[in-house]
């Protein structure tokens, strides 16, 4: 499964508003215990709350890795352009409605993004060879070097920091990940 065939997606992009803090921030679940269909495993099952609390804290580290990933790119480069970058950098020419339903903005918010993005020096429109009337955004030579270098450096961390890690947990990891957002997706 590729990054651009539609299930999969990036925490940076898009869990944010699935998992619920507290107003402490801390994770724990807030409501009743509705039970999810399946006997012994209700929302409240230790289970749940331990994945809710993990979720909770790896989203928070990452939109905050994503405005720092961000400013490397370019310093004038808002947090959630880097996602955009990203989807360019995997998938190739995109039109703006594509990468709209991708990240999950209307087309204002799209036209506002890639403006921004173009006058940075980062993104280029072109005519859609196939519809005169569309437009397809791709990473300028510019853009896609910039976004090698943060996207390099962050597998550089990620390595270090799982170095302890045998290489099939990372994989298992992974793939557990990969699982998860397909479900997510599945459910929006």
């Not at 099952?45 to 993990?54: A, C, K, T, V």
């Not at 403006?115 to 519809?131: H, K, M, Y």
Request: proline share 3%; glycine share 12%.
């Amino acid at each position: 499964m590729t990054a651009c065939d539609g299930n999969f997606q990036y925490w940076e992009t898009e869990a944010g508003a699935d998992v619920r803090e507290d107003g402490n921030g801390d994770g724990r679940r807030v409501g009743s215990g509705v039970s999810a269909g399946m006997p012994g495993h209700g929302v409240e099952q230790p289970e749940f709350l331990s994945l809710e609390r993990e979720l909770t804290v790896l989203l928070r580290r990452a939109r905050a890795s994503q405005g720092e990933m961000a400013r490397e790119v370019h310093p004038d480069l808002e947090s959630a352009a880097y996602g955009l970058l990203i989807r360019l950098d995997e998938c190739g020419r995109q039109r703006a409605t594509e990468l709209a339903a991708y990240i999950g903005v209307g087309k204002a918010t799209m036209s506002r993004q890639l403006r921004a993005l173009e006058d940075l020096g980062l993104v280029a429109r072109e005519p859609d060879p196939a519809d005169g009337r569309a437009w397809l955004v791709h990473l300028t030579e510019e853009g896609r070097g910039r976004v090698g270098k943060v996207r390099e450096a962050r597998r550089a961390r990620y390595a270090r920091r799982l170095s302890g890690w045998d290489p099939r947990e990372v994989s298992e990891l992974a793939r557990l990940l990969n699982q998860l957002n397909q479900e997510m997706e599945g459910q929006g």
